[in-house]
T-cell receptor, first 112, second 116 residues
């Protein structure tokens, strides 16, 4: 089983829609979680951190469920510019940081 | 904010040649950097962890003699693809962590390698 799993999609939604992605992680020692966005042929860029209490940044809301070991990303009022691949990242900390802990990415396409 | 710079952005080389990719942390010191590879429509795959002043740690299946990593200073790590072949054509991305604890990774802009 992969350490971090995501539904690869693709998700095709109209502008203005609300869309949610989930990401499950298998390592219960994971301590920190992040969502990244990757545009075609570009490097991943940090979208937001995910905190235990949940956090919001504009149209984006991230949540963590430690009991069920998943994190989620909710995008409200989708824009065309939100079209990208969204990667979740779970860090087990210490020397394992960065080690094979990216999800495979969820492709989002927002259409007019 | 923290910036990770990677050079070159793209390179085309002939089969059998070696290619060096540089990864720099511009405004912070990075004792650890990570090298990833990404094939089209696939996820990021960690190749190795680069440690300043010591040998890199390679992931299973990654040939350390083919992908040479040098982390000679706190702001520079290099990845050399030796004797490149067409199957090495890929998107290579480095990353580093700015800050301690569980801070996020920041990525370089990536290097698109095409071996002909």
């Amino acid at each position: 089983r992969k350490e971090v799993e995501q539904d690869p999609g693709p998700f095709n939604v109209p502008e203005g829609a609300t869309v949610a992605f989930n990401c499950t992680y298998s390592n219960s020692a994971s301590q920190s979680f992040f969502w990244y966005r990757q545009d075609c042929r570009k490097e991943p860029k940090l979208l937001m951190s995910v905190y235990s209490s949940g956090n919001e940044d504009g149209r984006f809301t991230a949540q963590l469920n430690r009991a069920s070991q998943y994190i989620s990303l909710l995008i409200r009022d989708s824009k065309l510019s939100d079209s990208a691949t969204y990667l979740c990242f779970a860090n087990a900390g210490g020397t394992s940081y960065g080690k094979l802990t990216f999800g495979q990415g969820t492709i989002l396409t927002v259409h007019p | 904010g923290a910036v990770v710079s990677q050079h070159p952005s793209w390179v085309i080389c002939k089969s059998g040649t070696s290619v060096k990719i540089e990864c720099r942390s511009l405004d912070f010191q990075a004792t650890t950097m990570f090298w990833y590879r990404q094939f089209p429509k696939q996820s990021l795959m960690l190749m190795a962890t680069s440690n300043e002043g010591s040998k890199a740690t390679y992931e299973q299946g990654v040939e350390k003699d083919k992908f040479l990593i040098n982390h000679a200073s706190l702001t520079l790590s290099t990845l050399t693809v030796t004797s490149a072949h067409p199957e090495d054509s890929s998107f290579y991305i480095c990353s580093a962590r700015f800050g301690a604890g569980n801070s996020p990774l920041h990525f370089g802009n990536g290097t698109r390698l095409t071996v002909t």
